[in-house]
């Protein structure tokens, strides 16, 4: 059974930075896709950035490019994102998902409804 837990999110001013984690138990796959989702209140859930687990391939949303890093520990089993400059629009929740396609992780549209695997989510709020 695949179980992501996220953790790290909180309270920061505008400008601050953040780590979030998530930790992966079960076994996906050899090589996998992971990723960072986030969703706003009354906005529909969208990608932040994703990694192939097997390399250092990475993408980003437009939005994050060059405040937010996406890493990975495999020996950790864990899945990072550091989130620097941070605006009062990056409030949200934050999702990690996971999916055994080692492709997946290139697709640009960052599709939520083509992830296997979800965390239950930590709350990132910026404030001015």
């Known amino acids: 059974q695949v179980q992501l837990v996220e953790s790290g999110g909180g309270s920061v001013q505008a400008g601050g930075s953040l780590r979030l984690s998530c930790t992966v138990s079960g076994y996906i796959s050899s090589r996998y896709s992971m990723g960072w989702f986030r969703q706003a209140p009354g906005k529909e859930r969208e990608g932040v950035a994703t990694i192939y687990t097997g390399g250092s391939s990475t993408l980003y949303a437009d939005s994050v490019k060059g405040r937010f890093t996406i890493s990975q520990d495999n020996a950790k089993n864990t899945l990072y994102l550091q989130m620097n400059s941070l605006k009062p629009e990056d409030t949200a929740m934050y999702y990690c998902?996971?999916?055994?396609?080692?492709?997946?992780?290139?697709?640009?549209?960052?599709?939520?409804?083509?992830?296997?695997?979800w965390g239950q989510g930590t709350q990132v709020t910026v404030s001015l």
């Open positions: 998902a996971a999916d055994r396609r080692a492709i997946l992780w290139s697709r640009a549209t960052m599709n939520p409804a083509d992830w296997a695997y």
